[in-house]
Every structure is written in structure tokens, then in C-alpha cells.
Nanobody, 115 residues
Framework: QVQLVESGGGLVQAGGSLKLSCAPS????????MGWYRQAPGKQRELVAT???????NYADSVEGRFTISRDNAKNTVYLQMNSLKPEDTAVYYC?????????WGQGTQVTVSS
């Protein structure tokens, strides 16, 4: 079964940057949108950013101007560049891929921003 594998999480000081990557462990046919969600302790999972196959992007208001989502269609990989990180960005970040057959989710990668 194909899985999404995230990397790039870690501990960073406020104001710092991290770049998350998410790639499938095998082939996925018919990928459409890709995106990132996050879940902080005691809170519901929330949308961070999405990107369509043609490159159109959508961001949560809380990350607009600080985070940038991108994708490499040849590698079926999605990225999240996170700049000017704040302690409130601390969460487990999940990538997701929507194909014509089903949605895929990663296992999550922890991002911790210290003040």
C-alpha cells in the first residue's frame, strides 16, 4: 500500500524557518490537489495550505505571507516552506494527496517552535 512520507520537521526558535517535504512510497495515479494540515495539542486538525495540479494555492489566514506551498509533479512531491515561525505554529503537520481514486495522508511530522 502506498504511503506518504513526510520529512523536515523539528525544533526551531521563533523567527526561524523549516521546510517540510512529502513524497509517496510508490506510484500514485491521477493526483489532483495536494496539501498540508496541522493539529496542535487539544485542537482540531486545520488546513494550512493546498495547491492544485496547475499550481493554484490557498492558505490559512494565520500562515499567509509566511508559508509557501509548492509541488513537483514529476516526483509527486509537495513541499511547505515555513518562514518567520511562531510558537503558535507548533503542531503535528500532515500532508495529503487527493487522487481521482482516493485521498492519501501522511503519518505526520512534529514541528516545535520555541519562544
Amino acid at each position: 500500500q502506498v504511503q506518504l512520507v513526510e520529512s523536515g520537521g523539528g525544533l526551531v526558535q521563533a523567527g526561524g524557518s523549516l521546510k517540510l517535504s512529502c513524497a509517496p512510497s510508490g506510484s500514485i495515479f491521477g493526483i489532483r490537489a495536494m496539501g498540508w494540515y496541522r493539529q496542535a495539542p487539544g485542537k482540531q486538525r486545520e488546513l494550512v495550505a493546498t495547491i492544485s495540479r496547475d499550481g493554484s494555492t490557498n492558505y490559512a489566514d494565520s500562515v499567509e505571507g509566511r508559508f509557501t506551498i509548492s509541488r513537483d509533479n514529476a516526483k509527486n512531491t509537495v513541499y511547505l516552506q515555513m518562514n518567520s515561525l511562531k510558537p503558535e505554529d507548533t503542531a503535528v503537520y500532515y500532508c495529503t494527496t487527493n487522487s481521482i481514486f482516493r485521498d492519501y495522508w501522511g503519518q505526520g511530522t512534529q514541528v516545535t517552535v520555541s519562544s
